[in-house]
């Protein structure tokens, strides 16, 4: 941990010891739009289609109003038990914990650190899915549209691990800035790809079927798949709105003045109105482009195949911000597993020790043996498990069910009427609660089609297979 010592400078620390952190709303910004578009908008097409174009823009807008809203909620709880003048909470947890305690900090615990690797894994899988798109790509340009190009993602998931390994041994989140700003440059090139590619493919005039409601019923899909995929269709729009989990740790880069919870609230709406932006024009042009034929993943299901080089850029852009977006992710986890060794063993040097390295061109590098050891287990679980379970789609799905509810709405709901001492059945209490609910029941459905799907998937899916 970075304290103060005799001898520095107070002026160069903040109000809780630690070096004073420089965050703007700008920097802040960049982190969300990094979080939040990720491999979520590459489905947004295929979500689009089961849902059609009365649902499917409506699920989109709602889901961004509500994260927001969440969102604001959740920034008020940084500090306590004044949002502006009262003790830092560094993590989601210690938020939760001194907001509600008890038994919900478990909840909490299982809910975020279940999510965050479960975003590893999918990260993982989508950015191998996009690098193998690069080689399918060129392998179908050389050869012909129905050449057999396959592939396995394997070798592509070993690569993405390696790169994960070495910029894991960044220590914390705050040296992690260029990294968002390089990921959200991309997240936008990617985006603006993929919407050039359905425009374009609209342009050409050939003739897709949209309806209003979707994929129908006998003619695309039988009367259970409709609704199965309808959840799971609202399950990917949850997951692309997934940062939550991460809002705390973005929110304790910010520097204290003006408040934090002000500035983080400019830069959530920043954030998520840019990507809202975004999606309601890849999911609808997407829809437009393909129609109830969406692939499940619209930029590496070649819809598109021309030109290739085009399509190479988008998936490189995928990739490269997806590993920057990994990071963001993986970090709680790690400082979680940090903090606990530490405290755990307290004067091991094995874990404490901090050793000083001299690189070429970087000066000297701070290397703990316990950090190195450990992040880069982590990492090579997290690929060797996406080898097991590639799959985009289901995953995403069953991701985006499982965190939306407890940790965008139930917590910070939660903790707002703590904070502010909500009387119990008064008009806001209610419709909190009432808005809590149906999240509720939204998720527990989306995350059962998911897992309908996955074992469809599962039972008929050979690991390690050539795609």
Known sequence: METTAPGYDRNEFDDDGKVKRTGTVWTASAHII????????????????????????????AFSLITWFMSTLLADCYRSPDPVTGKRNYTYMEVVRASLGGYKV???????YGNLIGISIGYTITASISMVAVHKSNCFHKLGHHAKCSTSAAPFMIIFACFQIVLSQIPNFHKLW?????AAIMSFAYSSIGLGLSIARISEGNPVR??????????????????WRTFQALGDIAFAYAFSTVLVEIQDTLKS??????VMKRATLIGVSTTTFFYMLCGTLGYAAFGNDAPGNFLTGFGFYEPFWLIDVANLAIAIHLIGAYQVFCQPVYQFVEKWARGRWPHSGFVRNEHAVRLPFNGVYSVNYFRLVW???????????AMIFPFFN???????????????VYFPVEMYMAHRKIPRYSGTWIWLKVLSGVCFVVS?????????GLVQEVTTYKPFKTT
């Open 106 to 112: 478990k909840l909490c615990g299982i809910a975020q």
């Open 178 to 182: 260029f990294l968002s700003i390089i």
């Open 210 to 227: 949209t309806t209003l409601s979707g994929v129908t019923v006998g003619v695309d899909v039988s009367a259970g798949e409709k609704v």
């Open 34 to 61: 990094t979080a939040v578009i990720g491999s979520g908008v590459l489905s947004l097409a295929w979500a689009n289609a089961q849902l059609g174009w009365v649902a499917g823009p409506f699920a989109l807008f």
């Open 444 to 452: 527990v459905f989306a995350a059962v089609a998911s897992v309908q």
């Open 257 to 262: 003045s003006p408040p934090e919870n002000q």
């Open 375 to 385: 992040r880069t287990s982590y990492v090579i679980l997290m690929a060797v498990v």
């Open 394 to 408: 289901e995953i995403v799905g069953l991701l985006g069910a499982c965190a939306f509810w407890p940790l965008t």
